[in-house]
Structure formats: structure tokens, C-alpha cells
């Protein structure tokens, strides 16, 4: 069997799986657009603050269920799921068919990253649809940014599998990164309410970083080089820790 067919067949598996597990389909895909929803349907977010710049802060929380669908996927699910394999022997016992472990775990990223996209996707259309919320006006610019968040994500969950030992750990080193990350994403305080040397602050963390690209994006300009940079920084540097650290067995 070719390799593209085997690879092809572990996705495949690996979706199959995915739909079976209610609790991450829910957090992943319902859950950003639901806290949107919730937020939305409060009058007062429904109104122009001057502390968004003029906007209602319902435009400023799409980018930020946005985000969190992949906070969701790439740092408390997939973790889970692969050292869930790793704790009971799947990637070892893998080694022993034409399966390699490098196809479970490709496959894998892309099942979040596809979750998280599409997460994305309702996120923007509720707001437009319920809310009337205005689609990205700079579309391929936010796009280019959604992406790279969601490689930023998925490596920042690679980094957290190959450190943990047991689905136990992942769980805790899961949690004590998820709650800085909605933090920087916004989630209790939208990067453009935040006072400036802490929005600078943030701006160097790879979700506010990405917060601040989808919101110019949003608002018709091209995401400033400089957070897409660190975007870009962070991806790379996560990846090469994940390389080192990474063990099957």
C-alpha cells in the first residue's frame, strides 16, 4: 500500500474517531460561537463604546471566538489525544506496520486545525448574521492571520504533548497555558480595551499577537508585519522545541 493511501486511511480513522468524541466537538466548534451568542444577546454589547473605537463590542469578540475554537483544539485536545496514544502503546505498537507515527500525528494536526477553521467560520457567520457584524474587510489578510494562529496553536500543542508523559500531565500543562492564552486572546479583556503597555505586552504572545492581526485585518487594513512576524517566530521555534522533545514511546 502507497504511502498517500496509508496516510489518506489514518485521516480517515482519525475523523471517524473525532465524531465520536462529543465533549471536544462541543468546545471546539460550539463553544466560541455559543459565548459569542451569549455576549451578543446583552443589550449593551450592542452598542457603540468609544472604548473599542467606536465599535460595538460584539465586533470586538468575533475575532475573539475566533481564536478560541483553536486555543481549544490545539492546546486542551490534541495533547490529550496524543499522549492518550503515547500512555497506551498505539505509537509503538504502530512502529510494527506500515503506519508510521509521523501519519498519526500529521493527521492529527490537520483534524484541529480543520476544527478550528471551520470553529472560524460559524464564529463569522453568527456575528454577521445575528449580530450584523461586518465581514473582514482585508479578507486575505485575515485569512493569512487566522492560519498562522492556528500553526502557532497546533505547535504550542505539540510542545505540550512531547512534555507530558501521561494525559494526567497534559491535562495540567494544558490548563495552566490555556487560561494566559484566552487571557491574551482577549477573552476577558479585548486587546484594544487593554491599556498600552499591556496590549504591547500582550502583542509579543502568539494569541494577542494574532488578536491584534485579525483586528486590523477586520477593519480593512493589512496585519501589521510585526505581528505576523511574531506569529511566525513563535510557529517556528515551537516546532523545533516540539522536534527536540517529541518521543513516541
Not at 17 to 45: D, K, Q
Not at 69 to 86: D, F, K, W
Not at 105 to 124: D, E, I, K
Amino acid at each position: 500500500m502507497s504511502t498517500h493511501l496509508v496516510n489518506t486511511a489514518v485521516l480517515r480513522s482519525e475523523v471517524r474517531l473525532f465524531r465520536r468524541e462529543p465533549g471536544s466537538l462541543f468546545w471546539i466548534l460550539v463553544f466560541p460561537t455559543l459565548l459569542l451568542a451569549i455576549l451578543g444577546s446583552i443589550p449593551s454589547f450592542r452598542e457603540a463604546d468609544p472604548s473599542f473605537g467606536g465599535l460595538r463590542p460584539v465586533d470586538g469578540y468575533v475575532p475573539v471566538s475566533v481564536l478560541l475554537g483553536l486555543i481549544m483544539g490545539g492546546i486542551q485536545a490534541m495533547p490529550q489525544t496524543l499522549t492518550g496514544y503515547r500512555e497506551r502503546g498505539i505509537l509503538r505498537r504502530m512502529s510494527t506496520t506500515p503506519v508510521r507515527p509521523a501519519a498519526l500525528l500529521s493527521a492529527q494536526m490537520l483534524l484541529y486545525g480543520g476544527a478550528a477553521l471551520v470553529s472560524a467560520v460559524l464564529a463569522l457567520a453568527v456575528g454577521r448574521l445575528a449580530f450584523g457584524v461586518r465581514l473582514p474587510r482585508q479578507g486575505f489578510g485575515y485569512l493569512l492571520a487566522l492560519l498562522l494562529a492556528v500553526l502557532a496553536a497546533l505547535a504550542l500543542g505539540a510542545v505540550i504533548s512531547a512534555l507530558s508523559r501521561s494525559t494526567k500531565i497534559a491535562g495540567a500543562i494544558g490548563s495552566a497555558v490555556f487560561f494566559p492564552a484566552m487571557f491574551c486572546a482577549g477573552v476577558w479583556m479585548p486587546v484594544q480595551t487593554m491599556p498600552d503597555v499591556l496590549a504591547r505586552c500582550v502583542g509579543f504572545t502568539p494569541f494577542g499577537a494574532a488578536a491584534e492581526a485579525l483586528n486590523q485585518a477586520a477593519a480593512g487594513d493589512w496585519p501589521g508585519w510585526g505581528h505576523l512576524g511574531v506569529l511566525v517566530a513563535w510557529t517556528v521555534l515551537l516546532t523545533a522545541a516540539a522536534s527536540r522533545w517529541f518521543r513516541w514511546e
